[in-house]
C-alpha cells in the first residue's frame, strides 16, 4: 500500500523524544500565515480536527492530517515529514528543542496514484 505520508528517521526520532515529554501526539499541515506550509504538532486533543479535515495517516504512529484545501494541492505527492535546525513561528511541541519540522514531497509514480485511486488511505475525518 503507498502512503500518503512518511517520516524519516530523525523525525521518527524527534517523534519519540517528544511522546516521551508530552504524550500522545496529533500532526497537521498547516496551510496559515505564519509559518506558510509547515507540518504542526501539538498534543493529542489540543488542536481541533474541522469536520472537513482529511486524515493522510500517520508517523510515528500519529495521525497526520490536512485541510480539505491543502489536499487539493498536495494529492498527488506523497509528503515527506522532516526535521531541519531553527525555529519556526509556530505553537508546534518542537520549537523547544531548536528544530523545526519540515515538509518535503515527491510526486506518485503512475503506477502508485494508479494504486491510490483503488486503495486510499486519506480520509475525511
Not at 7 to 29: S, W
Not at 74 to 88: A, E, S
Request: aromatic content about 10%.
Amino acid at each position: 500500500m503507498v502512503d500518503r505520508v512518511i517520516a524519516t528517521e530523525a523525525t521518527e526520532t524527534l517523534i519519540a523524544r517528544l511522546v516521551g515529554q508530552h504524550g500522545p501526539l496529533l500532526f497537521h499541515q498547516s496551510g496559515g500565515c505564519c509559518d506558510g506550509s509547515a507540518p504542526m504538532c501539538f498534543q493529542a486533543g489540543d488542536f481541533k480536527i474541522g469536520e472537513r479535515d482529511v486524515l493522510m495517516g500517520e508517523i510515528g504512529g500519529y495521525p497526520f492530517y490536512m485541510s480539505p484545501d491543502q489536499f487539493a494541492y498536495w494529492q498527488h505527492t506523497q509528503l515527506i515529514i522532516d526535521v531541519v535546525p531553527g525555529r519556526g513561528a509556530s505553537f508546534s511541541l518542537e520549537i523547544p528543542e531548536g528544530v523545526r519540522f519540515l515538509t518535503r514531497s515527491r510526486v506518485f509514480t503512475d503506477q502508485e496514484f494508479a494504486e491510490l485511486a483503488v486503495n486510499d488511505p486519506a480520509k475525511v475525518v
